[in-house]
């Protein structure tokens, strides 16, 4: 069975301080595929980035960066001079292979409840 | 591009009746994925639907069900209602079954007292 662990239930910095939301997986999978959503008060859930299970390069979009090391199974989301807008609720989630015999669904973490002070 | 259209938005309901969420996926997506979403069990995958078909269902009872049409709609059904059925649905379209590249809609936040 999948498992996704978001131990971080809420964070509260000041605007501007860097921020690190920590993510645990478990699988027996070999393929997977992880993925960072943030979730804004309005509940959609907005796509960060997703991450196959064969690529271990670190990634930076602008303030945002991830860190996955299959080692230690994490997968963890940097934000770097955080911002007001950045307050959202923030999702790690773990899937399988891809498969066209359906999917079986994102296997989430409870997720992470950031909050940026100004 | 027109994003992916969940309605109603809100929705009370009462113990034991039924209801009906309806979604419109992104033009051009053919699958339809459902998840719940509940401050207890966080967001759970309820089932997905390509081509009419239902593909693949989550470890939820029968009471829940959906269906998709031929222009990709999807509705999903939740009868006999309960009070631990209020949450928040969520429903992801994507190009293909079985893969990931969901958006999501806002959802429906529906209500059961």
């Known amino acids: 069975a999948q498992k996704v662990t978001q131990a971080q239930t809420e964070i509260s910095v000041v605007e501007k301080e860097d921020v690190t939301l920590d993510c645990v997986y478990e699988?027996?999978?070999?393929?997977?595929?992880l993925f960072w959503y943030k979730q804004p008060p309005s509940g959609e859930l907005v796509f960060l980035i997703r991450?196959?299970?064969?690529?271990?390069q670190n990634e930076i979009s602008g303030r945002y960066s991830w860190n996955f090391q299959k080692s230690t199974s994490s997968f963890n989301f940097t934000i770097t001079a955080s911002q007001v807008v950045d307050s959202a609720v923030y999702f790690c989630a773990l899937s399988g292979p891809y498969s066209g015999g359906g999917a079986d669904g994102l296997t989430f973490g409870k997720g992470t409840h950031l909050i940026i002070q100004p | 591009k027109a994003g992916v259209t969940q309605t109603p938005r809100y929705l009370i309901k009462t113990r034991g009746q039924q209801v009906t969420l309806s979604c419109s996926p992104i033009s051009g997506h053919r699958s339809v994925s459902w998840y719940q979403q509940t401050p207890g069990q966080g967001l759970q995958f309820l089932f997905e639907y390509f081509s009419e078909t239902q593909r693949n269902k989550g470890n939820f009872p029968g009471r829940f069900s959906g269906r998709q049409f031929s222009n990709s709609r999807s509705e999903m059904n939740v009868s006999t209602l309960e009070l631990g059925d209020s949450a928040l649905y969520l429903c992801a379209s994507s190009l293909a079954t079985g893969g990931y590249d969901y958006t999501f809609g806002s959802g429906t936040r529906l209500t059961v007292v």
């Open positions: 699988t027996r999978d070999t393929t997977y595929y």
């Open positions: 991450r196959n299970s064969f690529d271990e």
